[in-house]
């Protein structure tokens, strides 16, 4: 397993913190949430029906998931503070294992945005595949795109190391995105292959449409597990469909969930692999308990936010204030924050 990645990791946010000492930071813990934009740049859809059905296989094989998450700790007077973790989740002889990267905590500023997107870009695109070209994107954008590129070296290393099993991710097989460029999803599903396995992403949510309703909305009179394969999908260069998409329903519930395959599969492979998973993880509302809980040992906790804010504060000198909300102090009970505006 290649392991220089984390390494920069660790590298660049201990140097980004040691070299920022005594400035304030405004507490903060919010959230920011991992958006895939590609939807937008994909229109025409219908559905083949009639569904395909499923079946359990009673088939002993290896499940594995892994997510990333991000949050904003504060904001200092030249930048912001954050951090991001990794997990990756796996069922085997019916037990579940986990292993988790971080949290690796960031001071980025415009000062220092460019040198730490670029160290951590190099260290993977260079492993593997020719450094990509994008140039750093701007300050509010960096701790997704520093989670992206984190969860891609993940995606990459459970491909390499997983053997003739099931891989989840949590999106979608889009590539041609400033977050996931083509070639990069590429080789990981050609890694994956190459080893016997078979990649499924799952959306939580999608605005993918068919006859005006949401496809995983869209009413169907039958009993689950099934799934349908979407058709006549059209997205708008540069981006790029490298898997055929599925609104699938897993178990019984409210909930469906838009799955993307691997294009190289076959339809038997699709097939055998959806019911794999059906006997070898637990569906709870059709979402796989692998996902889920690399989506939960990633998330950060409020314990965790604020031993995170004291270990910056105390460690490395960052001193912690106290601004006034303005949307409060000017607003009252109707001031909400601009998160909520």
Not at 184 to 196: E, H, N
């Amino acid at each position: 397993m290649d392991t220089l990645l984390p390494k920069r990791f660790i590298e660049s946010s201990l140097h980004s913190l040691a070299n920022d000492k005594n400035h304030r930071f405004q507490l903060n813990q919010q959230d920011v949430q991992q958006i895939d934009n590609s939807e937008g740049n994909i229109h025409a859809t219908r559905l083949k029906l009639p569904p395909l059905t499923l079946k359990p296989r009673n088939t002993e094989t290896t499940v594995a998931a892994v997510d990333t998450s991000t949050i904003r700790l504060g904001e200092t007077d030249t930048g912001m503070l954050m951090a991001v973790r990794g997990a990756t989740v796996w069922r085997q002889n019916k037990s579940y294992k986990y292993t988790r990267l971080g949290p690796f905590v960031f001071h980025l500023t415009e000062q220092n945005k460019q040198n730490i997107y670029t160290t951590l870009e190099k260290s993977y695109f260079d492993t593997s595949h020719g450094q990509s070209h994008h140039g750093s994107p701007n300050l509010l954008q960096m701790p997704t795109r520093i989670a992206c590129l984190l969860e891609r070296w993940l995606q990459l290393m459970l491909a390499r190391t997983v053997e003739r099993g099931l891989i989840l991710f949590d999106g979608s097989l889009t590539g041609g995105t400033p977050d996931t460029p083509t070639h990069i999803m590429k080789d990981i599903l050609s890694t994956a292959r190459i080893r016997g396995n078979l990649i499924l992403a799952f959306s939580k949510m999608t605005t993918l449409r068919v006859n005006g309703h949401v496809i995983t909305e869209f009413p169907i009179e039958q009993r689950p597990p099934y799934m349908i394969e979407l058709d006549s999908l059209k997205p708008k260069p540069p981006a790029i469909l490298l898997g055929d998409v599925y609104v699938a329903k897993l178990a019984f519930g409210n909930y469906s969930f838009r799955m993307d395959v691997d294009k190289e599969a076959t339809i038997e492979q699709r097939i055998w692999s959806v019911e794999k998973l059906l006997a070898n993880d637990l569906l709870s509302q059709s979402y796989p308990e692998t996902l889920r809980l690399a989506h939960i040992f990633c998330t950060f906790t409020a314990n965790e936010v604020i031993a995170m804010q004291h270990f910056a504060a105390r460690r490395h000198g960052l001193k912690i204030v106290n601004r006034p909300d303005m949307h409060s102090l000017l607003f009252g009970p109707f001031g909400k924050g601009e998160y909520y505006s």
